[in-house]
């Protein structure tokens, strides 16, 4: 909208706005309409003192009523409370692993990570964080985002627990796999929406429903994921773990910090690498002097078409 300058009264004037929406799907749409107002038109002479905000929030339903009474959720969603209010340090049974997923944990996790953090410990992150971000440095980059990674875990860890099953527990499915293997199917709702998020190697904690109350007086059994599948998780747990078809049992979700420990690792080669990679400056492009440290061999895990394509891109001009 343009400024308006004939507004010498505004408790006897009307503004009318039009609005126009061109939705291309069927639907609800919800949005907000800010107005502000100034008493000066000039834009070097506004004042925040002298704004006036006005806000419309904006429902728009677009398609046919009786099609979306019919696409409408059956119940009204209701986040999932959590079943216990912390997590309880305890010892478990370790289950059987993937052979690739030995691979995958490489990188060490700091100690502070393995702990749900104090209200007193986050906000003293906090504080380091604001001070961090008013002017992140070359030197204090590292230190910053290693932060933004803890909180990022705990609140994980956080949020992980309202998908945890008890009262009444889950019930698993014993199935065999090719190689002989016993595995233990576990239906998840909500994981097509990663809702929880499982992946393959990542793991549940397991313990029978009529095993005693006390958390850490439990035997817990770890059940380490060899195949995510839509609603569906196939778990191998130690051989020790005596299931009957039928039993309930009560399921602890943990999160994977595979993608965490990656950009763990990221900040930690980060010192090898150029000043003018994180904070280029004007003029020409420089080529990024990147750190001499293999993660893998590529030879040994690209076939000789990925190879030839990866080399391709290398040799393309940039841009």
């Known amino acids: ?3 308006l300058e004939n507004l010498r ?7 009318q706005a039009i609005l126009s929406i061109c939705p291309t799907e069927i639907g609800i749409y919800r949005s907000t309409l800010v107005f502000n107002f100034y008493k000066t038109t000039t834009e070097h002479d506004r004042d925040a003192k002298d704004l006036c905000t006005i806000e419309k929030h904006i429902t728009v339903r677009c398609g046919d009523s009786e099609l979306i009474s019919e696409l409408k959720p059956a119940t009204k969603y209701a986040p999932r409370s959590n079943a216990i209010s912390d997590v309880p340090k305890f010892c478990y049974v370790p289950g059987v692993s993937p052979a690739e997923a030995n691979v995958v ?14 209200a007193r410990k986050i906000s003293a992150i906090g504080s380091e964080l604001k001070r961090l971000g008013s002017a992140v440095s070359f030197r ?9 990674l803890t909180l990022e875990l705990d609140q994980m860890e956080k949020s992980i627990k309202a998908f945890d099953i008890f009262d009444p527990g889950a019930t698993l499915n014993i199935e065999q796999s090719p190689c002989g293997l016993t595995l233990h199917r576990l239906r998840v709702p909500g994981l097509a929406e990663n809702r929880p998020s499982v992946q393959r190697g990542s ?3 397991a313990s029978k429903s009529d095993s005693c109350s006390n958390d850490r007086q439990r035997l817990w059994y770890q059940g380490i994921a060899h195949k ?9 747990f130690h051989p020790k773990f005596d299931y009957s078809e039928g039993q309930e049992v009560d399921i602890r979700f943990t999160c994977n910090h ?6 763990r690792q990221g900040l930690k080669f980060m010192k090898a690498v150029s000043r003018q990679v994180i904070f280029p400056e004007a003029g020409d492009p420089l080529q990024p002097a990147l750190p001499r440290t293999a993660l893998f061999e590529p030879q040994s895990m690209l076939n000789t078409e990925q190879n030839n394509a990866i080399s391709n891109v290398l040799q393309m001009r940039p841009g």
């Open 140 to 148: 204090s980059y590292a230190r910053y985002f290693k932060l933004l």
């Open 9 to 15: 009264d505004p408790d006897n004037c009307a503004l």
């Open 1 to 3: 909208m343009q400024p």
């Open 228 to 236: 995510v599948e839509l609603d569906s998780v196939l778990l191998a």
């Open 203 to 205: 793991y549940v904690l």
């Open 258 to 263: 595979m993608a965490l420990r990656l950009q």
């Open 105 to 118: 944990y490489r990188i060490p996790v700091p100690l502070a990570w393995k702990s749900n953090l104090s």
